[in-house]
């Protein structure tokens, strides 16, 4: 099955302006996933959305965060306010189409530099 | 959900068998593992899945014990491009919330 497509590959942002990284999945998947990965560090889970709605989130994903599906294609990552710690790579995935296997297939990436 | 515990990094050779293994011992009955590879600035590749005793497929094998509180991927004649980081995760297949550890570094010499 292919995997997800992800924009922009690389963003340089100033601290405190806002970013939206988008993931194209194939339209009849149902489970998504954002995570991210700080240099050098694990993968990070962020959060999970089902059925347009966010199912998980982790401690990571606070208020200025967010992430939604606004025209039932783009699955996009928001963060409002970007600080330098946001510094990573973002990582979109999705399960298998059909049932839910668990199994995850990632994007490759969008690297975020914030300066 | 389960906590893995893997070595850091294992070094090899061209050629030669690699055995990664993986402790899970507080693993849910409806617990699967998974075993996902990553290279530097890609995305984790899943490389396979089980439940228990063995499973194979084009790339690797997975043993389980009947406890199912570890298993061993292992991947037969690995070369220079599988350096990379080797994930295990135990999870059940809702998949909701997996949860990726440290992982194991493998670096393969020639």
């Known amino acids: 099955e292919p995997e997800v497509t992800q924009t922009p590959s690389h963003q340089v942002t100033q601290m405190g302006q806002e970013v939206i990284l988008r993931c194209v999945p194939i339209?009849?998947?149902?489970?998504f996933y954002w995570y991210r990965q700080i240099l050098g560090q694990k993968v990070e889970f962020l959060v999970s959305?089902?059925?347009?709605?966010?199912?998980?989130k982790s401690e990571i994903f606070d208020d200025q965060f967010s992430v939604e599906r606004p025209d039932g294609s783009n699955f996009t990552l928001k963060i409002r306010s970007t600080k330098l710690e946001d510094s990573a790579m973002y990582f979109c995935?999705?399960?298998?189409?059909?049932?839910?296997?668990?199994?995850?297939?990632f994007g490759e990436g969008s690297r975020l530099t914030v300066l | 959900l389960a906590k893995t515990t893997q070595p850091i990094s294992m070094d090899s050779y061209e050629g030669q068998e690699v055995n990664i293994t993986c402790s899970h011992n507080?693993?849910?009955?409806?617990?699967?593992i998974t075993w996902y590879q990553q290279f530097p600035s890609q995305g984790p590749r899943f490389i396979i899945q089980?439940?228990?005793t063995k499973v194979t497929n084009e790339v690797a094998s997975l043993f389980i014990p009947a406890d199912r509180k570890s298993s061993t991927l292992s991947l037969p004649r690995v070369s220079l491009s599988d350096t990379a980081v080797y994930y295990c995760?135990?999870?059940?297949?809702?998949?909701?919330?997996?949860?990726f550890g440290a992982g194991t570094r493998l670096f393969v010499k020639a």
């Open positions: 995760l135990v999870g059940d297949t809702k998949g909701f919330k997996t949860i």
């Open positions: 959305f089902y059925n347009n709605e966010i199912s998980e």
């Open positions: 507080n693993i849910a009955t409806n617990d699967y």
């Open positions: 339209s009849n998947h149902l489970y």
């Open positions: 089980g439940y228990k």
């Open positions: 995935a999705r399960t298998g189409a059909g049932s839910n296997t668990g199994e995850l297939f």
